[in-house]
C-alpha cells in the first residue's frame, strides 16, 4: 500500500481524500495554491507543499510543481480528485514516468474517453447505443448540412474536446446551421485548443442518468448502479440523485449491462462514469465517460455503502475490487445539492467572507464542504461551497429530510443557492419526479423569485 499520497486539488473533494487516507493509515499531503494557505485541506493533511499562486495555472494545472511536491516530500501516489488534470493523460504519464502512481486510469483510456468523438466510436464497438449523429468530426460545411438533415432538427454541435457543459449549441433549423458551426468552432478553439466539432440527434426532454462502475488491474469491473443528474442549469449539474426514479429493474439491468461492456472492452480499471440520455420512450444512449471520481459521487456511496475513494486507492496500489458485483446492493434513495456561492437569483458568483455558519446536521444527512466561519471564498476557482446530501428509505422521505437539511443550512456574508434549492424541494414538480434537463428551465420561468 501507498505510504503518503500527494492530493493534486483543493475545497471538499481534497478533504474527502484526506479523510479516505487517514482511515486506510496512509499520510497525505495537501498541494496548495497561495490562494488557499487558510484551507482546511492544508490544516487537515499531514503536510503542505505550496505550489504556486491563485491562477489554477500557474499551481493547481502546473504538472511540473505539482511532481516536484511529490518528489519533495516522497509522495508515492498522486489523487487528481475531480476537475483540474484529472482527466489529463499527459499528467498520469508524467506521474508515472516519475514512478509515482496516478490514482486513476491509464493514460490510454484516459485518451480514448477524453475525446468525445473517439468516445463515441469507442462505444459504437463495444455494442453500446449512442445518439445518431456524425461518425467522427465534421470536417465539411456540406457534410454538416447532410448530416443534420438526414438525423432530422433538432442537432446539438459539441467540441470533440469540450467538457464541463461548455462547447454546445443547439440548433434547432437548417437556416441557423452554418452560422452556429462557426461560432462553435471558433469557441472550442478558443476554449479547448481544438476545433473539431461532431454533431448529435438532440434529444428533447431527456434524462441524464448515469452509471458509476469500478474496475481494477485483475480484470474485474462492477457497477454501483445509477444516479440521477437531470436538474442542470446550463449543463452544470444542480441536483443528483440515486436511485434514478426513471428506471425500473428491466431498464437498470441493460444500462448497467451496456455500462460494464464499454468498460471490459477498454480493460478499463479505476472508477468511471457512464453517462447516458435517457429519452423519453426509455430508449438511451451513450453520451460520454468520466475516467475520475464525480462530484455527485456520495449518493451512490449513501445507497451502497461502498467507499469509492479508498476503493480507487486499493485499485491503483493493484489490490483486487473489494466486492464482487453480487456483494454489491443499493438501500433507500440519496439526494444531493450542491450549494453554491452565487446569488440564487442571478447566478453570479458571490466571493467574499463567511461571517457566520451553521451547516446542518442529525440523522441522514452527510454535507461535504471546506469552508468554515471566517472564509474568505477565494476568486480563482469553481463557486461549490458545500453538498449537502441526504439518505432515507424513500425519494419523498429524502425531499423530506433535504427541506429539513437545507433549511439548518445558515449562512452570512455572501449569497448561496440554497434558496433555490428550497424551491425546489418544494415545488410539485420536483416531488412528482417528472424531471428532465429541461426542468430548471422551466421551473426558473413558471417560479420567478417573489419581490
Ligand atoms: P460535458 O462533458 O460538457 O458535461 P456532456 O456531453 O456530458 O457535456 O453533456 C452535458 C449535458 O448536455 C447533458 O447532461 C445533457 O443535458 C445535454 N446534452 C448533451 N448531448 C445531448 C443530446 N444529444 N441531446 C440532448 N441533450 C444533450
Not at 487537515?44 to 502546473?62: F, H, R
Not at 433549511?407 to 456574508?413: N, Y
Request: with cysteine; hydrophobic share 40%; glycine share 8%.
Amino acid at each position: 500500500m501507498f505510504k503518503k499520497i500527494l492530493i493534486a486539488n483543493r475545497g471538499e473533494i481534497a478533504l474527502r481524500i484526506i479523510r479516505a487516507c487517514k482511515e486506510m493509515g496512509i499520510r497525505t499531503v495537501a498541494a496548495h495554491s497561495t490562494a488557499d494557505n487558510d484551507s482546511l485541506a492544508v490544516r487537515m493533511a499531514d503536510q503542505a507543499v505550496c505550489i504556486g499562486p491563485g491562477e489554477a495555472t500557474k499551481s493547481y494545472l502546473k504538472i511540473s510543481s505539482l511532481i516536484s511536491a511529490a518528489e519533495v516530500t516522497n509522495c508515492d501516489a498522486v489523487h487528481p480528485g475531480y476537475g483540474f488534470l484529472s482527466e489529463n493523460a499527459g499528467f498520469a504519464e508524467v506521474c508515472g514516468e516519475c514512478n509515482i502512481t496516478f490514482i486513476g486510469p491509464t493514460p490510454e483510456a484516459m485518451r480514448l474517453m477524453g475525446n468525445k468523438s473517439v468516445a463515441r466510436d469507442t462505444a459504437v464497438k463495444a455494442s453500446v447505443p449512442v445518439v445518431p449523429g456524425s461518425d467522427g468530426p465534421l470536417e465539411k460545411d456540406a457534410d454538416a448540412v447532410r448530416f443534420a438533415s438526414e438525423i432530422g432538427y433538432p442537432v446539438i454541435l459539441k467540441a470533440s474536446a469540450g467538457g464541463g457543459g461548455r462547447g454546445m449549441r443547439i440548433v434547432n433549423e437548417e437556416a441557423d446551421l452554418l452560422n452556429a458551426l462557426k461560432v462553435v468552432q471558433a469557441e472550442a478553439g478558443a476554449a479547448f485548443g481544438d476545433k473539431t466539432i461532431y454533431m448529435e440527434k438532440y434529444v428533447t426532454n431527456p434524462r441524464h442518468v448515469e452509471v458509476q462502475i469500478m474496475g481494477d488491474k485483475h480484470g474485474n469491473a462492477v457497477h454501483l448502479f445509477e444516479r440521477d443528474c437531470s436538474i442542470q442549469r446550463r449543463h452544470q449539474k444542480l441536483i443528483e440523485e440515486a436511485p434514478s426514479g426513471a428506471l425500473d429493474q428491466a431498464l437498470r439491468d441493460r444500462m448497467t449491462t451496456a455500462a460494464i461492456s464499454l468498460v471490459k472492452h477498454i480493460n478499463y480499471y479505476s472508477a468511471g462514469t457512464i453517462e447516458f440520455l435517457l429519452d423519453e420512450n426509455g430508449k438511451f444512449y451513450f453520451m460520454e465517460m468520466n475516467t475520475r471520481v464525480q462530484v455527485e459521487h456520495p449518493v451512490t456511496e449513501m445507497i451502497t455503502d461502498v467507499d469509492i475513494i479508498k476503493e480507487q486507492i486499493n485499485i491503483a496500489a493493484g489490490h483486487k475490487l473489494s466486492f464482487a458485483q453480487k456483494d454489491v446492493t443499493m438501500y433507500g434513495h440519496s439526494i444531493e445539492c450542491r450549494v453554491n456561492a452565487e446569488d440564487p437569483d442571478t447566478f453570479l458568483p458571490s466571493v467574499g467572507t463567511i461571517k457566520e455558519l451553521h451547516l446542518p446536521g442529525g440523522p441522514g444527512v452527510r454535507i461535504d464542504t471546506a469552508v468554515y466561519q471566517g472564509y474568505k471564498i477565494p476568486q480563482y476557482y469553481d463557486s461549490l461551497i458545500a453538498k449537502v446530501v441526504v439518505h432515507s428509505p424513500t425519494r419523498i422521505d429524502s425531499i423530506h429530510r433535504m427541506r429539513r437539511a437545507l433549511g439548518e443550512f445558515h449562512v452570512d456574508g455572501i449569497k448561496t443557492t440554497v434558496p433555490l434549492l428550497l424551491r425546489i424541494m418544494g415545488s410539485e414538480e420536483f416531488v412528482s419526479g417528472k424531471i428532465s434537463t429541461r426542468f430548471i428551465e422551466d421551473f426558473l420561468k413558471n417560479n420567478a423569485t417573489p419581490q
